[in-house]
């Protein structure tokens, strides 16, 4: 039940291989992560990227959180269309 103190809620699952940093390639580390990204409901821009489950290499993570944010809000932008191909 909404008492209206607590954001909305949505979960939205999206997968998409990552550009790799160049540092991570150099040492062959992977990982598979989970991020949570908040959005401000009056702008529709990103608010917060929090790491869920870690990728095990803080370099991927950063680099995932960025990225969830940039994508994000450029969907945010784009009146919620992707503009991925």
């Known amino acids: 039940m909404d008492n209206g103190d607590s954001p909305a809620r949505v ?11 160049e540092v991570a390639k150099r040492w062959r580390v992977q990982g598979a ?5 908040t959005l401000n409901p009056t702008t529709g821009r990103v608010a917060n990227v929090a790491v869920v489950k870690s990728t095990g290499y803080r370099v991927l993570d950063a680099a995932r959180s960025k ?5 994000v809000g450029d969907l945010a932008a784009n009146g919620g269309k992707s503009t991925s191909r």
Do not use: H, N
């Not at 992560?33 to 990204?37: D, Q, S, T």
């Not at 990225?67 to 994508?71: D, L, Q």
């Open 33 to 37: 992560g989970l991020f949570r990204v």
């Open 67 to 71: 990225r969830c944010a940039r994508g």
């Open 11 to 21: 979960d939205l699952i999206k997968t998409e291989a990552p550009a790799y940093p």
